[in-house]
């Protein structure tokens, strides 16, 4: 038998030395990107196909459709208020963690 002389794949440590800054920051994104991608396929554990509840929207937000149509509101509007709403949350809770310091 003879082994041709191949070049060994260089291990992570030495291939994460030699990457630009730039490589660093794209390959962290990603893998943030594929973590936030796999925590967002389930809820409390559950994906949408196999769950106990049966059912197929399960990482879907929930929409009263009904509620929308009494009140005159579109979707984007209704994803607007939602997205106010938490910003004043948020603000609320930044001062009152000022208010302890």
Not at 12 to 38: D, G, H, V, W
């Amino acid at each position: 038998l003879h082994h041709t002389a191949r070049q060994q794949p260089k291990a992570p440590r030495a291939m994460q030395r030699e990457e630009t800054e730039e490589e660093r920051r794209a390959r962290r994104l990603a893998k943030k990107a594929a973590k936030e991608a796999r925590k967002a396929e389930t809820v409390a554990g559950y994906s949408n196909s196999t769950n106990p509840f049966n059912d197929p929207n399960l990482n879907e937000q929930f929409v009263w459709g009904k509620k929308q149509t009494r009140d005159g509101t579109t979707e984007q509007e209704a994803r607007a208020t939602a997205k106010r709403r938490r910003h004043e949350v948020a603000a609320e809770l930044q001062k009152v963690k000022e208010s302890r310091e």
